[in-house]
T-cell receptor, first 110, second 113 residues
């Protein structure tokens, strides 16, 4: 089955700097790669997603890149703000599988 | 918070008691999921259902049971066989199973003492 790894597990950046979180997946059949943000005690919410027919997608300060050959995808957050502090989960899905990574706790320091 | 709801938000039970967590969605989604989240951990799949009257075990189904009698509802029962039931439980739904966005409910925090 699918296995998703995520790094780093924790990440601290200064406000205004960029943050990058990387995920790798094992199943070459996976074709959908969402990223979720979860604030403390709240539900995970989708912030951006990408499908395997696209290499990069951007939405304001957030971007995701996908390398199908290497089976990895990354979340890029530019100009980080304190409200970006949260846990971020990547996931990989194809067919019936939907597997989440273990999460990255991002802290944006003022 | 519309779309997918869970109740109650907090639930306290004594060890040895079964407890049922509610999950309802009005998004007309076919697929529904239950996840368990422990402090500082990721999301682990308990059960999922892609259609009414059908469901499959996830990675950690032992000690849990579900039903899917209606499209809108996917209740989860935590049985006394679950060794360590205290956790945050999240329900999710998607338009169909597989490679589509999952929408999460607000979660139920279960504490068993």
């Amino acid at each position: 089955g699918e296995n998703v790894e995520q790094h780093p597990s924790t990440l601290s950046v200064q406000e205004g700097d960029s943050a990058v979180i990387k995920c790798t997946y094992s199943d070459s059949a996976s074709n959908y790669f969402p990223w979720y943000k979860q604030e403390l005690g709240k539900r995970p919410q989708l912030i951006i997603d990408i499908r395997s027919n696209v290499g990069e997608k951007k939405d304001q300060r957030i971007a995701v890149t996908l390398n199908k050959t290497a089976k990895h995808f990354s979340l890029h957050i530019t100009e980080t703000q304190p409200e970006d502090s949260a846990v971020y989960f990547c996931a990989a899905s194809g067919g019936q599988n939907f597997v989440f990574g273990p999460g990255t706790r991002l802290s944006v320091l003022p | 918070d519309g779309g997918i709801t869970q109740s109650p938000k907090y639930l306290f039970r004594k060890e040895g008691q079964n407890v049922t967590l509610s999950c309802e969605q009005n998004l007309n989604h076919d697929a529904m999921y239950w996840y368990r989240q422990d402090p500082g951990q990721g999301l682990r799949l308990i059960y999922y259902s892609q259609i009414v009257n059908d469901f499959q075990k996830g990675d950690i189904a032992e000690g849990y049971s579900v039903s899917r009698e209606k499209k809108e509802s996917f209740p989860l029962t935590v049985t006394s066989a679950q060794k360590n039931p205290t956790a945050f439980y999240l329900c999710a739904s998607s338009i169909v199973g597989g490679a589509y966005e999952q929408y999460f409910g607000p979660g139920t925090r279960l504490t068993v003492t």
